[in-house]
Nanobody, 118 residues
Framework: QVQLVESGGGLVQAGGSLRLSCAASEATLRIATMGWYRQAPGKQRELVARITRDGSTNYADSVKGRFTISRDNAKNTVYLQMTSLKAEDTAVYYC????????????WGQGTQVTVSS
């Protein structure tokens, strides 16, 4: 059972930056894929970015060039650096982990709210 705790959300103006953190209860080296997802009001949860154990990444087209996912295995933490934020980035952001590569895992964090004011 992997527990995930997100932090770093908040209110920011359009064009600003935020960094989200996701602390895992077990060694991230043992987790094949970790990712960030988001869900805006009235919309389905969608993938934002993923990173595999070997450091490979992929991103949703809507965030490419603005967001960066990274992991610090020494701290068992995954980060999402968000820059040039837009109003449409407003959502609850969830951390995800799973044992398979490039697959949404079964472990979710509680979510952290990101609100971008225009």
């Amino acid at each position: 059972q992997v527990q995930l705790v997100e932090s770093g959300g908040g209110l920011v103006q359009a064009g600003g930056s935020l960094r989200l953190s996701c602390a895992a209860s077990e060694a991230t080296l043992r987790i094949a894929t970790m990712g960030w997802y988001r869900q805006a009001p009235g919309k389905q949860r969608e993938l934002v970015a993923r990173i595999t154990r070997d450091g490979s990444t992929n991103y949703a087209d809507s965030v490419k060039g603005r967001f960066t996912i990274s992991r610090d295995n020494a701290k068992n933490t995954v980060y999402l650096q968000m820059t040039s934020l837009k109003a449409e980035d407003t959502a609850v952001y969830y951390c995800n982990a799973g044992p398979l590569y490039w697959t949404t895992g079964g472990y979710w964090g509680q979510g952290t709210q990101v609100t971008v004011s225009s």
